[in-house]
């Protein structure tokens, strides 16, 4: 009764749309045709101590029983299936550890599979009825079963197939629940994936470098970086990786946020279209954690009330139905991991981050970037050094190329693109080697003063 309560709670406060409330996982519904599916086995003399005797797997029990959640492979719809495996000695049920009301109808059935008429495989067919008449009627035990024998080679084990009304009615209102749920859920994929690449369109012109018009290319490039440390969604950290929880990816939204408000990274956009834009993205992500709370809680309704059927009828349908339905996991399909990847790949590679152009050596930005025959790329600072010490191999993968380099191995568009898009940085990084060229020249007492015009 807690968790419904709960559960209804969470949908009524969390600010989902009215759309995704009337699609969540009816938990108060799915509990009371529980209680319909126990009244229904109950009725049959099947109570959960009866139910467990009988799934118990013992080769030395003559009976036995077993309970199977099949799907069509081409509607995946499941279909319930319990069968009673009966083992009859001149008319005499062996297994004297079950119930009075179990014996008594197992005994009809080993009766029946007894008749001239019959021999080895029974099915059990009732007439489906629906409402209170018909729960009264299963919990009475007071419904006719008609056996239809079908004739076999004469075996002492007797199958006999048990429909029953109530957890057909059960699995089909659950698995039309997690469809309507994934759904939904496909149809947001395909709204946050568009929004997405508008965004992109929309940061690509803000930030395309320009030496005539403003842009705000540093600024967002410092905005992704901090977004990439976040981690929101995803991790990639050795002692914190995989996918977030919805309460950890609201912590790690908070954080990015403040690191944002923090460096004024928001308030420093030279153009309006840039803080736009920005607006857009922190919506986009904070659609995407409502999704993943929704998923969540609607994982955890099912996670329960199958569980809860587990505890009612011994069934163990908790592994076997999301096992059935998705290999192993309910609502499998994670939006944030998609929409998570289209931004990596929309977004993210947008704009180079400098990150992917650091000298291996220095680890500083390849300024004046020579590659080797190898192809493998240093700043021109680096190469000459390793020159002068007489070295003859690549540093990363030992070919000897180093002494063949000369200024024909500068690459000049690598040059222009990084002086285009990381002009601070390749300032930086000049006026390092400039000092570092002094000190080489005029010794540890250099002191590097930039040039004046008089």
Not at 121 to 134: C, K, L, P
Request: hydrophobic share 40%; proline share 4%; aromatic share 8%.
């Amino acid at each position: 009764m807690k968790f419904a309560h709960d559960f209804k709670a969470a949908l009524a406060t969390q600010d989902f749309p009215e759309e995704w409330i009337q699609r969540a996982i009816p938990y108060s519904q799915l509990k009371k045709c529980l209680k319909r599916v126990q009244r229904e086995l109950e009725g049959l003399g099947l109570d959960v101590a009866t139910l467990r005797t009988l799934l118990e797997k013992d080769s030395t029990s003559p009976i036995a029983m077993q309970y199977s959640l099949d799907a069509d492979s081409d509607s995946a719809i499941v279909h319930p299936k319990l069968t009673v495996m009966l083992h009859v000695e001149e008319g005499v049920l062996v297994d004297a550890s079950l119930s009075d009301a179990s014996k008594l109808f197992l005994k009809k059935l080993a009766t029946d599979i007894r008749r001239p008429s019959a021999a080895s495989a029974v099915e059990i067919e009732h007439e489906s009825t629906n409402g209170a008449a018909a729960d009264e009627k299963h919990a009475n035990g007071d419904e006719d079963l008609e056996l239809k024998l079908t004739p076999t080679n004469g075996s002492q084990r007797e199958v006999i197939e048990v429909p029953l009304v109530f957890d057909s009615e059960f699995f089909d209102l659950l698995q039309s629940d997690v469809q309507n749920i994934e759904a939904l859920q496909k149809q947001e994929l395909t709204n946050l994936t568009k929004d997405v690449i508008s965004l992109k369109d929309e940061v690509a012109q803000a930030s395309k470098p320009s030496r005539f018009s403003k842009n705000d290319l540093v600024r967002w490039r410092e905005i992704f970086e901090l977004y990439l440390d976040a981690g929101i969604f995803f991790a990639n950290l050795e002692q914190d990786h995989g996918a977030r929880t919805s309460a950890k990816a609201l912590k790690q939204l908070q954080w990015f946020q403040e690191q944002v408000d923090k460096r004024s990274l928001a308030k420093a956009f030279k153009l309006a279209e840039s803080r736009q834009a920005f607006s857009r993205f922190l919506e986009i992500n904070a659609s995407l954690l409502k999704n993943l709370q929704f998923q969540e809680l609607n994982s955890l309704a099912v996670s329960k009330i199958l569980k809860k059927f587990d505890k009612r009828t011994a069934l163990g349908v908790s592994k076997t139905f999301p096992n059935t339905i998705h290999k192993g996991k309910l609502l499998s399909g994670s939006i944030a991991k998609d929409v998570c990847s289209t931004m990596s790949q929309e977004l993210m590679t947008l704009l180079p981050q400098i990150n992917d152009y650091l000298c291996p050596v220095c680890f500083s930005l390849a300024y004046r970037p020579v590659r080797l025959d190898c192809q493998h790329v240093f700043c021109i600072r680096c190469i000459i050094k390793i020159q002068r010490r007489g070295e003859h191999h690549c540093p990363l993968c030992r070919a000897d190329v180093v002494m063949k380099a000369s200024a024909d191995n500068l690459d000049r568009p690598l040059e222009k693109y990084l002086r285009k898009y990381f002009p601070n940085e390749v300032k930086e990084k000049q006026r390092a080697n400039e000092i570092e060229r002094g000190i080489e020249d005029y010794g540890p007492s250099y002191k590097h003063q930039e040039c004046i015009i008089m």
